[in-house]
């Protein structure tokens, strides 16, 4: 079956620091979403792409939807204590609009 | 206020008693899901529905039923509880097209359950 890596499972920054996390399909994807869980919360989705090479941005939030639809990546510039939290990508096999496979999460923490 | 509700939040049962964990979403969503959250596994999916009376299995079905008699209902059912069901559990629900793409998914708050 489908399966999605994501790395790291932990990242400790300081505040002011770049963050990345990184999502890996064995299948391409048809779309991959992007959520965060806040400690004790429930996972909020953040934004989907779809496209192939597909660059996305919310303010410091930045999202990429790799060319072969087979990855994706997540990257913060200059991290606050407000982005705690745990990252989690969920991709869709193409062919298969059934079902999402999400990723382990990479939870991060933020040194102030 | 477009929620997904889920009762009860936290439950504490004994292995072998049937529980019910429901869950509810006023979004008119075909699609509604049930995942269960372990450290280090992230979310993995229990079974899903694509529209009333529509289930399927996801990744980890064994020991679990559902039920979609209603549009907006999606109850989770573990007929015999065991301690590998203890876990935070989502319910999830998304808008669904007409060629079967879903879309952003929204949780429920979590049901954290403990099976002794």
């Known amino acids: 079956g489908q399966q999605v890596m994501q790395i790291p499972q932990y990242q400790h920054v300081q505040e002011g620091e770049d963050f990345t996390t990184y999502c890996n399909s064995s299948?391409?994807?048809?779309?991959i979403q992007w959520y965060k869980q806040r400690p004790g919360g429930h996972p909020v989705f953040l934004i989907q792409?779809?496209?192939?090479?597909e660059v996305k941005k919310q303010k410091r939030l930045t999202f990429q939807f790799g060319e072969a639809k087979k990855n994706s990546s997540l990257h913060i510039t200059a991290t606050q204590t407000t982005d705690v939290g745990t990252y989690f990508c969920?991709?869709?096999?193409?062919?298969?609009?059934?079902?999402?496979?999400f990723g382990s999460g990479t939870q991060l923490t933020v040194l102030p | 206020e477009a929620q997904v509700t889920q009762n009860p939040r936290y439950l504490i049962t004994v292995t072998g008693k049937k529980l019910t964990v429901t869950c509810s979403q006023n979004?008119?969503?075909?699609?509604m899901s049930w995942y269960r959250q372990d450290p280090g596994l992230g979310l993995r999916q229990i079974y899903y529905?694509?529209?009333?009376?529509?289930?399927d299995k996801g990744d980890v079905p064994e020991g679990y039923k559902v039920s979609r008699k209603e549009k907006r209902n999606f109850p989770l059912i573990l007929e015999s509880p065991s301690p590998n069901q203890t876990s935070l559990y989502f319910c999830?629900?998304?808008?669904?097209?007409?060629?079967?793409?879903?879309?952003?998914?929204?949780f429920g708050q979590g049901t954290r359950l403990t099976v002794v």
């Open positions: 999830a629900s998304s808008l669904s097209t007409g060629t079967g793409f879903v879309t952003e998914a929204f």
């Open positions: 299948t391409t994807l048809s779309n």
């Open positions: 792409l779809v496209k192939s090479g």
């Open positions: 969920a991709g869709r096999p193409s062919g298969s609009a059934r079902q999402l496979t």
């Open positions: 979004m008119n969503h075909e699609y």
């Open positions: 529905s694509m529209n009333v009376e529509v289930t």
